[in-house]
């Protein structure tokens, strides 16, 4: 899987990777991804204004 290469290699922070997800992960799922190195977790459906204003968190 690439999330595990990324956080085997060292290379998930350097990374700004954002999950967008339908489906039901738990709150410790989301948790232990976020302490390997992901930024951040939406849950769909999102409002677009959400999508923005984690995209202008990158710039």
């Given at each position: 899987?690439?999330?595990?290469?990324?956080?085997?290699?060292?290379?998930i922070?350097?990374?700004?990777?954002?999950?967008?997800?339908a489906?039901?992960?738990?709150?410790?799922?989301?948790?232990?991804?976020?302490?390997?190195?992901?930024?951040?977790?939406?849950?769909?459906?999102?409002?677009?204004?959400?999508v923005?204003?984690?995209?202008?968190q990158?710039?």
């Amino acid at each position: 899987m690439w999330f595990e290469e990324l956080v085997k290699d060292g290379n998930i922070n350097k990374q700004k990777i954002v999950l967008f997800t339908a489906s039901s992960v738990s709150d410790i799922e989301i948790n232990n991804l976020i302490k390997k190195g992901v930024h951040s977790c939406l849950r769909k459906p999102v409002d677009i204004d959400a999508v923005l204003d984690k995209v202008s968190q990158f710039q």
